[in-house]
């Protein structure tokens, strides 16, 4: 399903008729908002659980209804695409940056007014304005403690095709953000370079797994040494079983794909029939209520605001060397997919 929704994302973009351009002016200020602009429609990639306390917090504070439509994040950008101007979103509320580009080329989102993109750092929002992220969401290789140091651990996911590592990693090849991991590396290396990347890594008995969850899971029980995953997964394991869960976050220092910082973020839909109403939501969560958040319920990155706490155990945001990589790059989606299917990653 994953795999239909993406290929349906990438390729709306390619065959759909030709669409109006992007909004060159930001919506009305939320203090303009008509009485129409009481209501929202958000179609959120992020699940009912994660955001759906944050959506009631800004419909008690704003006064705003809002009707959250949750899916997957490239289900959600294909509908959008599908529908067009008939499209009833006023936001799209996605899982990473390379959704979000996909929507921005097809010239669906507005642009957003800079007041409100410089509360953001420019690695994290759009080079053109269209979006901007309100989550930090870093690559990783989760480690087994009770048989690893970091010292052991490679500098870079390519280290991991060492024969040293047979059948002893993890990945998630149908998960999107394994899968904007693999983006990044054919922007950063070449699609050469990735290829043979892949085929070692299977070559070398890669074992997969449908979500990352699972490979921590496995770390922990040492059914594997190490696993490609994301930053914020492992905390969930830790909060349920104490500081003795024996697997923890090592960041790759190399500055390639496999130290990407992606985002959670979101766009207006240039349809909008809400926009004022859904410019104060973008601001709601990138304010310091919403940040603090995200920080303690997901243990994500802030991206916005001064003083907002994070988890003891997670290395700053500040102190990772993420690659130089424009965000918006990673909506090839379909050329990943089909190098991962060419390679024999997706079954």
């Not at 179609?43 to 209804?65: K, T, W």
């Not at 054919?186 to 043979?196: I, N, P, Y």
């Not at 349809?271 to 109403?277: D, G, I, T």
Request: proline share 7%.
């Amino acid at each position: 399903m994953v795999i239909a929704c993406l290929a349906l994302a990438t390729g709306l973009l390619a065959c759909q008729a030709p669409l109006p351009a992007p909004a060159t002016t930001a919506p009305a200020p939320a203090t303009e908002a008509a009485a129409d602009d009481a209501k929202l429609t958000v179609y959120s990639g992020r699940s009912e659980n994660l955001i759906g306390p944050l959506v009631e917090q800004f419909r008690q504070a704003s006064g705003i209804d809002v009707e959250v439509r949750y899916g997957n994040t490239a289900e959600m950008a294909a509908t959008i695409l599908e529908e067009g101007e008939n499209s009833p979103a006023d936001v799209f509320f996605a899982q990473d940056a390379g959704s979000l580009g996909a929507l921005a080329q097809a010239g669906r989102l507005t642009t957003l007014p800079e007041a409100l993109l410089d509360k953001v750092d420019a690695r994290f929002r759009s080079t053109s304005g269209e979006w901007i992220g309100a989550s930090g969401r870093a690559r990783v290789l989760v480690y087994n403690t009770d048989t690893l140091q970091e010292s052991d651990l490679p500098s870079d996911a390519f280290g991991l095709t060492d024969p040293k590592w047979k059948g002893q990693v993890g990945w998630a090849p149908v998960n999107a953000s394994f899968q904007s991991f693999v983006t990044a590396m054919r922007k950063l290396h070449g699609d050469e370079a990735t290829r043979q990347w892949l085929a070692a890594m299977i070559a070398n008995d890669v074992q997969t797994y449908d979500d990352n969850p699972p490979i921590v899971d496995a770390v922990g029980k040492g059914e594997i040494l190490v696993g490609l995953t994301n930053h914020y997964y492992l905390y969930r394991f830790l909060d349920e079983q104490g500081d003795q869960f024996p697997a923890r976050n090592y960041f790759f220092p190399d500055g390639g794909a496999d130290a990407l910082v992606n985002v959670a973020g979101a766009g207006i839909v240039n349809s909008s029939r809400h926009p004022a109403a859904a410019q104060r939501f973008i601001e709601f969560l990138v304010s310091p209520p919403a940040q603090q958040y995200f920080a303690d319920q997901t243990v994500e990155y802030p991206l916005a605001g001064e003083g907002i706490k994070i988890n003891p155990l997670l290395k700053p945001l500040g102190e990772l060397n993420s690659p130089p990589i424009d965000l918006s790059d990673l909506s090839d989606l379909q050329g990943t997919l089909d190098m991962l299917q060419d390679a024999g990653a997706l079954q």
